[in-house]
Structure formats: structure tokens, C-alpha cells
């Protein structure tokens, strides 16, 4: 004998995922990198800055990044349908993983023009350098505020924000490269600091890469305890034993959850109250708004195939 429960996919409200309520936000800063691209890359060519070609070339990754994540949004929201039982909410979390891997490439890229401009330095010109930077920190800081928020929320927008915020520190890196040139006349101070850019950015990517795989994969989202879960099941009126008991992630703020949950005999016959209590036992203490229990008398797991935890 066995019953489903099941209620709404999570996220917001309305259905949406929890970055979409941060779209507006998200296309205001897509614009201002937009911008900044343009003037870095005729900065970077004009006074012969690596540096600021790499910032720019960080900074289109950031744009493209937003791209996806607005692109993913718009996907996600898009209605369930019997093919799809949980819509597109899981092409924000491909996003941010091609978000990773564009960063890794970006990477190699700065990291083979540094040694080729270390070895052949070029000349730079300080105080054109300097405008530049200055100007492009003023549109991260900017962008920075209006993502702060919401990172904590989407898996997505946190890899925008974070995107971002390494672009801020670049830019601190090439005013400061920027000023030693102009004061110094070290052209390598600029190559050194594309090179820091690069290794910046690695462990950025390498933590979103990580965390998206995680949530392809399935796993138990990172801040729950599967035992502690049973637990509170377990301490739930008639509730003899808990099995199957399975935990994960459609998209950032939609963890799922499903069990068999073996009750006594009597409780079966009032199944809907049961299922009430003990799904707000998830919601309450875990989170977790959609939640598939299967309710059974003792002895009934010894009918069923492959089991797990």
C-alpha cells in the first residue's frame, strides 16, 4: 500500500526560480559591461596594455555570463509539461557551468599572451591605462551593488556576481599597474598583472564549475543532513522507519525530496493527514516545498526491488 504527496516545484511564488526576480538588475549590469568593453579594448589598444585587454576579455566573459543567465532565466520559466515534469529550471545551472568552463578558457588564453609580452615586453602608456581602469572600477563597484543581494540566492546570479567582483579586483590590479608605469616606466609591471588576473580567476571557476556538477549529479544539496532529516521523520506519530530516502537540487532554492515511509497499520487509514504532517515537517525544518512520500505498512519493503538508503 503506498501513497505520493506532492506540492509546488519550489522557488518563488509564482512558479519563477530565484534568480528571475533579479532580471532587471541583471540586464542593468549587462549594459554597463557592455559599455566598459568598448572602452577597454579601445583603451588596451590604444596605449598597448595587456592588462586592460585582459580585463576586457574578463569582462566579455561577464557579459556572456549574463547572457546565459538571463537566456536561462527566460528558459526556465517556461511551463511544465508531461516530458518535462520540472519545465527548463535546470538550464540555469547548465548556464552557470558553461559560464566555468568559458572562464577556464579565458584563463589560458591571458595566461599564454603574459609570457609572450614577458618575454618581448612592449611599451605601454601609463596615464591612458590608468583612465581606463579607473573608469571600468566605477562600472564593477556599480554592478557589484546591484548583484550583492541576490547571489546568495541563485546559483546563476552568484556566478555573475562572482564574475564581477574578480573583475573589480582586475581592475584595482591594472590601476595599480597602470600607476607604476606611468611612474616607473616598468613596462612588465602590465603583464605581471595580466598574469594575476589570471590566477585570480582560476579558483572562482573551479568553485562554480564544482558546485554545478554537484547539482547535475544530483547530490544531496550541501546544507542538508540526510540523517538529521530522518530523524525528524522518525519522530513523527506512527512513523515505524524510513527508506529510500533520496535528496536533491532541480535548479538554486528547488531541492526535492522523496521517501518510503513505513507507519503503522491504523495511521494508513487517515493516509491525507498523514502526508499533511509529515510534509510540513520537510517544509518547516528543511525547506524542501516538493516532497514525494510513499506510505507503507511494516513489511512491505521486502516486496520491493533495488532499495537504497
Known sequence: MGTGHGHAHGGLPDGSTAAAAHRGRMITVLCLTVGVIGVQVAGGLASGSLALLADAGHAA?????????????????????????????RAEILAAAANALLLFALCGYI?????????????????TMLAVAVLGL???????????????QSLNLRGAYLEVLSDTLSSVGVIVAALVIWLTGWDRADSIVSLGIAVFILPRAWGLLREA????????????DLDEVRSHLLAQPGVLDVHDLHAWTITS????????????????RHCGRMLDELHACLSGHFDVEHSTLQLE???????EGARHL
Do not use: C
Open 61 to 89: 566573459a561577464d557579459a556572456f555570463g549574463l547572457v546565459l543567465a538571463l537566456f536561462a532565466i527566460w528558459i526556465a520559466a517556461r511551463p511544465f509539461s508531461p516530458k518535462r515534469t520540472f519545465g527548463f529550471q
Open 111 to 127: 595566461a599564454y599572451e603574459t609570457v609572450h609580452r614577458l618575454v618581448t615586453p612592449q611599451p605601454v602608456a601609463g596615464p
Open 138 to 152: 566605477a562600472a564593477n563597484v556599480i554592478g557589484l551593488l546591484l548583484l550583492h543581494r541576490g547571489q546568495t
Open 213 to 224: 556538477v554537484h547539482i547535475l549529479l544530483e547530490a544531496t544539496p550541501r546544507n542538508m
Open 297 to 303: 505498512p511494516a513489511g512491505h519493503a521486502s516486496h
Open 253 to 268: 532554492g528547488v531541492p526535492v525530496m522523496s521517501a518510503h515511509v513505513v507507519v503503522e497499520e491504523e495511521r494508513l
